[in-house]
Each structure stands twice: as C-alpha cells, then as structure tokens.
C-alpha cells in the first residue's frame, strides 16, 4: 500500500467480537493494537497520507494515529 491509496476500516461487529476486556484488539503480539480510539473510525473509507516502515497515516483521523495493513478490510 502506498500514499493516495483508499482503504477501509473494518466493521465495528468485528471489533466488538474481537477486544479484550481493556477494548484493544492485538494482531498477534506483533505491531500496534487496535485501540478504542481507532475503532471510532470503524467502516470508515479514507485516503492513506503517510507511509512508514509498514505503518499507515490515514485521513480519516488527520494522520494522528498509525495503522497497519491487518486493520483495513481485504
């Protein structure tokens, strides 16, 4: 995935299926967790503004959180 890109995040159903009791997701132990905060974005098709070591600043929260590939629908 590069800048300009269009990506979707997943559902909220597969969020509220898939957090632990503290409301993160984890991908395994590997990478970032996918926090409350990144689920309000839930569903949400944005614009991919930054690129950095296989993580995504994406438009729909300015750039203020990182993303990564595994949190966006296929």
Known sequence: M??????TVKSLEWYNANKNALGRVDNNGKGFYFMPEHAKHC???ATIIDVYAGSYKISADNGKMWWEEWMFKK
């Not at 590069?2 to 990506?7: E, M």
């Open 2 to 7: 590069k800048t300009g890109d269009k990506v």
């Open 43 to 45: 569903g949400t098709t």
